[in-house]
């Protein structure tokens, strides 16, 4: 089965710098990976997705994930924080279930804080 | 585009009572739609699946007779939670997904349910 572990529960950056969510997945396949954000009392929203293509993935919001399969990993990065972008953030694998149909597997989530 | 709506986003009401949670598709045909349980701080947990038309395939450990799920049309899905207990308070979150499983799920804003 598939499986994702985020690295951080918690992230804290100042305003203007970089942004590191770290992910890293298990698979017996090629894997389709999301990143998603939350919001305070809201459903989810996607970020971005890989599916095979493009090992470098660009997302909403100045977001972007590198697939890098020799380190089973995906990590979430932005060049520049804004407040806006506190929120808690989940890294998703689509998994294939024993009824043969697909579900998301959800990491614990990481919290990004931004400090003024 | 692919907004899902979920109705409502807040209730509160007395143990024993039903209370029915709504998903809907805005802009586009959902061919499958998923039910989700979120506990605070925690990552989602998924309880069922269901295609338009057929019955849902509920998680294991996911009581069907307590969580009955109808999804009669191709943007309509509902949750009734039956004969609530103070241990079903959660956030519900339901999603929707259009075509293969390399889609990705669009989500409702939630629904915050507090059993008295």
């Known amino acids: 089965a598939q499986s994702v572990t985020q690295l951080d529960s918690h992230v804290s950056v100042s305003e203007g710098t970089p942004v590191l969510l770290r992910c890293n997945y298990s698979?017996?396949?090629?894997?389709?990976l999301f990143w998603y954000v939350q919001h305070p009392n809201k459903g989810l929203q996607l970020l971005l997705k890989?599916?095979?293509?493009?090992?470098l993935v660009k997302g909403i919001n100045g977001f972007e994930a590198e697939f890098k399969k020799s380190e089973t990993s995906f990590h979430l990065t932005k060049p520049s924080a804004h407040m806006s972008d506190a929120a808690e953030y989940f890294c998703?694998?689509?998994?294939?279930?024993?009824?043969?149909?697909?579900?998301?597997?959800f990491g614990s989530g990481t919290r990004l804080l931004v400090r003024p | 585009g692919a907004v899902v709506s979920q109705h409502p986003s807040w209730v509160i009401c007395k143990s024993g009572t039903s209370v029915k949670i709504e998903c809907r598709s805005l802009?586009?045909?959902?061919?499958?739609m998923f039910w989700y349980r979120q506990f605070p701080k925690q990552s989602l947990m998924l309880m069922a699946t269901?295609?338009?038309?057929?019955?849902?395939?509920?998680e294991q450990g996911v009581e069907k007779d307590k969580f009955l799920i109808n999804h009669a049309s191709l943007t309509l899905s509902t949750l009734t939670v039956t004969s609530a207990h103070p241990e079903d308070s959660s956030f519900y979150i339901c999603?929707?997904?259009?075509?293969?499983?390399?889609?990705?799920?669009?989500f409702g804003d939630g629904t915050r349910l507090s059993i008295l």
């Open positions: 698979s017996s396949y090629s894997p389709s």
């Open positions: 998703v694998v689509s998994d294939l279930g024993v009824d043969s149909s697909y579900k998301l597997i």
């Open positions: 269901s295609n338009e038309g057929s019955k849902a395939t509920y």
């Open positions: 802009d586009f045909q959902a061919t499958t």
């Open positions: 999603s929707a997904r259009w075509g293969g499983s390399n889609q990705p799920q669009h």
């Open positions: 890989y599916t095979s293509a493009a090992t």
